[in-house]
């Protein structure tokens, strides 16, 4: 009796280790990113491109900026997915940070933005968001480190904590978005605290906030992800212009 109880147990903990690796393998690998992600991961005339350890940084090439924002991708996103977004966004302005994450999910890395901030004390003002999964572990690290930033941007996000005291925050959605109901319920809306601007851009869906594809459930968008990402690079562009060193 005793042997068999061991066998089975033998048996149960060589199933978990094997399930586990197998969801390791699972999250390791990310959905497909397009051409111009990879493409974006070059300097240009107006952005300067670097990497600071495994970090995607993307500057303004004719001004030091003084306002930065460190970008948490979505779960099972590589990190070079936001990378055309990130350059647009520096165009504009503003230093860019985007941070890889462990097995490609945020909840395994809800502090790296501690690095970031470090790594750049040219920065008057700072804000954190990040896209799906990305962006509510980014309104955790908010909510766990009161007074680090000033402000939070959640690309179709929600925050599952509230935050306390508030900071501006900005919520950009696709209004086809199977998530649109959690992003903009008053609950929700109201662990951000104070007044959240909230933008949603017509025709849109989730997997067009990035370049990459194959985002399951997601319905198809009716504009061009070409389109979706000007209206999200203006939002977050004139969220980021809005906050005060």
């Given at each position: 009796?005793?042997?068999?109880?061991?066998?089975?147990?033998?048996?149960?903990?060589?199933?978990?280790?094997?399930?586990?690796?197998?969801?390791?393998?699972?999250?390791?690998?990310?959905?497909?990113?397009?051409?111009?992600?990879?493409?974006?991961?070059?300097?240009?005339?107006?952005?300067?491109?670097?990497?600071?350890?495994?970090?995607?940084?993307?500057?303004?090439?004719?001004?030091?900026?003084?306002?930065?924002?460190?970008?948490?991708?979505?779960?099972?996103?590589?990190?070079?997915?936001?990378?055309?977004?990130?350059?647009?966004?520096?165009?504009?302005?503003?230093l860019?940070?985007?941070?890889?994450?462990?097995?490609?999910?945020?909840?395994?890395?809800?502090?790296?933005?501690?690095?970031?901030?470090?790594?750049?004390?040219?920065?008057?003002?700072?804000?954190?968001?990040?896209h799906?999964?990305?962006?509510?572990m980014?309104?955790?690290?908010?909510?766990?480190?009161?007074?680090?930033?000033?402000?939070?941007?959640?690309?179709?996000?929600?925050?599952?904590?509230?935050?306390?005291?508030?900071?501006?925050?900005?919520?950009?959605?696709?209004?086809?978005?199977?998530?649109?109901?959690?992003?903009?319920?008053?609950?929700?809306?109201?662990?951000?605290?104070?007044?959240?601007?909230?933008?949603?851009?017509?025709?849109?869906n989730?997997e067009?906030?990035?370049?990459?594809?194959?985002?399951?459930?997601?319905?198809?968008?009716?504009?061009?992800?070409?389109?979706?990402?000007?209206?999200?690079?203006?939002?977050?562009?004139?969220?980021?212009g809005?906050?005060?060193?």
């Open positions: 009796m005793i042997r068999l109880v061991r066998r089975a147990v033998a048996v149960l903990l060589v199933v978990a280790v094997l399930a586990g690796a197998a969801g390791a393998v699972y999250f390791a690998i990310p959905q497909t990113k397009l051409p111009e992600a990879a493409a974006a991961l070059a300097s240009t005339d107006t952005v300067t491109f670097a990497r600071e350890e495994d970090r995607l940084v993307f500057r303004p090439a004719a001004v030091a900026p003084v306002t930065g924002l460190i970008l948490y991708p979505g779960g099972k996103v590589d990190a070079a997915a936001y990378a055309p977004t990130a350059a647009a966004l520096a165009e504009l302005g503003f860019v940070v985007i941070v890889p994450m462990p097995l490609n999910l945020a909840v395994l890395g809800i502090d790296r933005a501690d690095a970031v901030l470090a790594a750049h004390p040219e920065i008057a003002q700072w804000a954190i968001g990040g799906s999964l990305g962006g509510a980014a309104a955790q690290y908010v909510a766990s480190h009161p007074g680090s930033v000033g402000g939070l941007v959640l690309w179709a996000a929600y925050s599952a904590t509230a935050i306390e005291p508030p900071v501006p925050a900005l919520v950009v959605y696709g209004t086809l978005d199977s998530g649109v109901a959690s992003f903009t319920s008053e609950a929700n809306l109201a662990k951000l605290g104070g007044s959240p601007v909230l933008v949603a851009i017509e025709g849109g989730h067009q906030m990035g370049w990459y594809t194959g985002q399951p459930n997601d319905p198809p968008a009716v504009i061009s992800r070409a389109e979706q990402q000007a209206q999200l690079v203006d939002a977050t562009a004139r969220f980021l809005s906050l005060k060193p």
